[in-house]
């Protein structure tokens, strides 16, 4: 007999694993370009320059599809978690969830608060001293966590992509003689 409802189950728990995944992905690139592209080149402008696209940086990021990604991805993680308990894989994707949980973390605590300390009128070569070094440390940790988190996740899709397979019938075997002949004669 087949259990449908657990088939459609597995279904949604898949389909939430992979958005998670996804969200995960697309979070890590962008921690990635950040501390590979823009924040290089960003390194190489005068301080005013420099605060004011990150300034613009900040209040472009915040919309509706940033937003819903870098949210989504902690979210969903922890209800892909919650739904492999005792399935294959279930420990990557908890593995998954709180690598992502602690780069959400970082941002809300590390580069948030020095987002928010930039807006704040002041010298820009002030503004910048205080922010530059710790913003971009703090990127590179919730880059490489993000990424860390993408790959567990990834790792629970493929484990529970692996199920165990059918038991064959077995099928009675024909003796065979001393030093392998078919033949139990030996000829």
Avoid: K
């Avoid at 890590?28 to 950040?34: E, H, I, L, P, S």
């Avoid at 492999?84 to 948030?112: D, K």
């Amino acid at each position: 007999m087949t259990d449908i409802n657990g088939e459609r189950r597995a279904r949604a728990a898949g389909g939430v694993l992979v958005a998670a995944t996804v969200a995960a992905g697309l979070m890590a690139g962008a921690f990635y370009v950040f501390a590979c592209a823009v924040m290089p080149a960003l390194a190489r402008s005068g301080d005013r320059v420099y605060v004011d696209v990150m300034r613009d940086i900040n209040d472009v990021i915040q919309n509706p599809v940033f937003l819903l990604v870098f949210m989504g991805a902690l979210a969903l993680a922890a209800l892909a978690g919650w739904q492999s308990r005792g399935l294959p894989g279930s420990r990557w994707i908890w593995a998954g969830a709180a690598a992502y949980a602690l780069a959400f973390l970082v941002t809300v605590v590390g580069n948030v608060p020095l987002n928010d300390a930039l807006a704040r009128p002041g010298d820009p070569a002030a503004l910048r001293e205080r922010f530059e070094d710790p913003w971009v440390a703090w990127n590179v940790v919730r880059a490489v966590l993000s990424t860390l988190a993408t790959a567990c996740l990834a790792a629970g899709l493929t484990a529970r992509g692996r199920r165990p397979a059918r038991s064959a019938p077995r099928t009675p075997q024909r003796p065979t003689a001393p030093h392998g002949s078919p033949h139990p004669t030996g000829h």
